[in-house]
């Protein structure tokens, strides 16, 4: 059965610190590894898709890594605006749909 | 371009009674999810529609939940009897197909079952 873990549950940081979320994933066969920020309220916004290890995405102070056994989202300088939870899914080969199987999230706050 | 709309964005019902819940997909979208969050928990997909048929319902609890999209846009979820475990966010999304891996998802509708 696919699973996805999330560490640490929350994070605080101070604005600047730099650290990195880690998902770590068990699937039969990767379609896609996801990443997406959810603030309070709100539905999920879409910001990265890794598809094979060794895989990096940027976008502005965020960097997302790919293995073959977990990704890894670091953040780089953040500021208070960066705190959210930040979501990680698997989609997996051979599921009749592409559901997106999600982790728990990590809690990020930032602390001016 | 409009996102993903979805209504009412809060219900409070007391056990035992219906409610139900509508989607627009983003204008073109083919494919349509309805997931299920519990407070403190990841999405949890209820069922996948592809136009206005359903690809995978495996996790919806069909002796209480139904769903439909009936002419491959709008989508409507329902719950007849809630109970107390129904009180989540439900969160409609759409990817432009099935091969389209990223989803775009709604606001969410918070439901309190009492």
């Known amino acids: 059965e696919d699973q996805v873990t999330q560490s640490p549950e929350a994070l605080r940081l101070q604005e600047g610190e730099s650290s990195s979320l880690n998902c770590s994933y068990t699937?039969?066969?990767?379609?896609?590894l996801f990443w997406y920020r959810q603030d309070p309220g709100k539905g999920p916004e879409f910001l990265f898709t890794l598809y094979s290890a060794g895989e990096e995405k940027e976008k502005e102070r965020l960097k997302a890594t790919l293995t073959k056994k977990e990704s890894f989202l670091h953040i780089t300088a953040p500021k208070p605006e960066d705190s959210a939870t930040y979501l990680c899914a698997v989609q997996a080969l051979g599921n009749s749909g592409y559901a997106l199987n999600f982790g728990k999230g990590t809690s990020l706050l930032v602390t001016p | 371009e409009a996102g993903v709309a979805q209504s009412p964005r809060y219900k409070i019902i007391e056990k035992r009674q219906s409610v139900a819940f509508w989607c627009n997909p983003i204008?073109?979208?083919?494919?349509l999810y309805w997931y299920q969050q519990i407070l403190g928990q990841g999405p949890k997909l209820l069922i996948q529609f592809q136009n206005n048929g359903v690809v995978d319902d495996s996790q919806l609890p069909k002796d209480r939940f139904s769903a439909e999209r009936l002419k491959g846009v709008d989508s409507t979820l329902k719950i007849q009897p809630a109970k107390l475990e129904d009180s989540a966010v439900y969160l409609c999304?759409?990817?432009?197909?099935?091969?389209?891996?990223?989803?775009?998802f709604g606001p969410g509708t918070r439901l309190t079952v009492t």
């Open positions: 699937v039969s066969g990767l379609r896609g």
């Open positions: 999304a759409s990817s432009p197909d099935q091969g389209w891996y990223e989803q775009y």
């Open positions: 204008s073109g979208h083919a494919t």
